[in-house]
């Protein structure tokens, strides 16, 4: 009997269009997509006197430090936290002012890359009428993963939001889920989750107990990603989202 249905929000609620966001060639190297405006955005508004490919540098080195700590251990590390070590290894005066406006431009590129499957609205409208639905993703700046939700009017109908960026914690550990299983006050075993990545949403929500789908729309090559991987695997997999309604209706009876 499934009572609750859980959610991933990129690539399964909605598309991140990682094309979008692919690395740029400058002075003959890549670097990240939104590293020349976040450059700019140092140089002009705060007075920062590098070149580009170094300032690349200096970000690389501190995440590389930054997420040792912190994602490899299961623990979100922030946008804002990211740029606030940033400005503090530069030496800036303002570094609050700093980490926020460059958490701006780079939040603004990722929100602009999004896109919403037209027909999401009705699955989620269709499936609130028989079961409390929630967000369990992970993401490093929660405004902007609720600007989305609220935008495609999708926090209209999710009893419990749970973002990383919140709660500290990462997919696949178990304290993320657990939390979504507290806020819906249904047990784990009556709940289902569906999201896109094996490791995060599947073996995570697996692990505390919940029933699984695999949403294989935005996997490029899902054969080779199920053979790849050595978790439990899924009890369902769905290549649209469209299909979740008759499944859900299937496994309550």
């Given amino acids: 009997m499934i009572r ?4 991933d929000l ?13 690395p740029v060639e400058v002075e003959g190297r890549r670097v990240g997509a939104t590293t020349p405006a976040l450059h700019a955005c140092a140089r002009d508004r705060f007075g920062l006197d590098l070149p580009i490919l170094e300032f690349a540098d ?7 430090e930054l997420r040792a700590e912190t994602v490899d251990q299961g623990l979100e590390l922030s946008t804002l936290d990211r740029f606030t070590a940033l400005g503090t290894h530069l030496g800036l005066s303002d570094v609050l002012a700093f980490a926020q406006a460059l958490t701006d431009v780079h939040m603004g590129a990722l929100y602009r890359a999004c896109s919403v499957p037209a027909h999401h609205e009705h699955v989620l409208l269709a499936l609130s009428v028989d079961y409390p639905m929630a967000l369990c993703s992970n993401f490093t700046h929660a405004a902007t993963a609720r600007a989305v939700l609220r935008d495609a009017r999708f926090d209209e109908h999710l009893s419990s939001i749970v973002i990383s ?21 249904v047990p784990a075993a009556e709940l289902l989750h569906v999201g896109d990545n094996l490791v995060a949403d599947v073996e995570g929500a697996a692990a505390v107990g919940m029933r699984t789908v695999w949403l294989t729309r935005k996997v490029k090559d899902p054969d080779a990603a199920l053979a790849a991987y050595d978790g439990p695997r899924p009890d369902f997999a769905l290549e649209d989202l469209m299909d979740l309604p008759v499944l859900a209706a299937r496994l309550s009876g």
């Fill in 4 to 7: 609750g249905i859980v959610f």
């Fill in 10 to 22: 990129f690539d399964t609620l909605v598309d991140q269009n990682h094309e979008q966001l692919m």
């Fill in 58 to 64: 200096r970000v690389r080195a501190i995440d590389r």
């Fill in 165 to 185: 960026d919140e709660v500290g914690i990462r997919k696949p550990r178990a304290e993320i889920f657990q939390a979504v299983v507290d806020d819906l006050g």
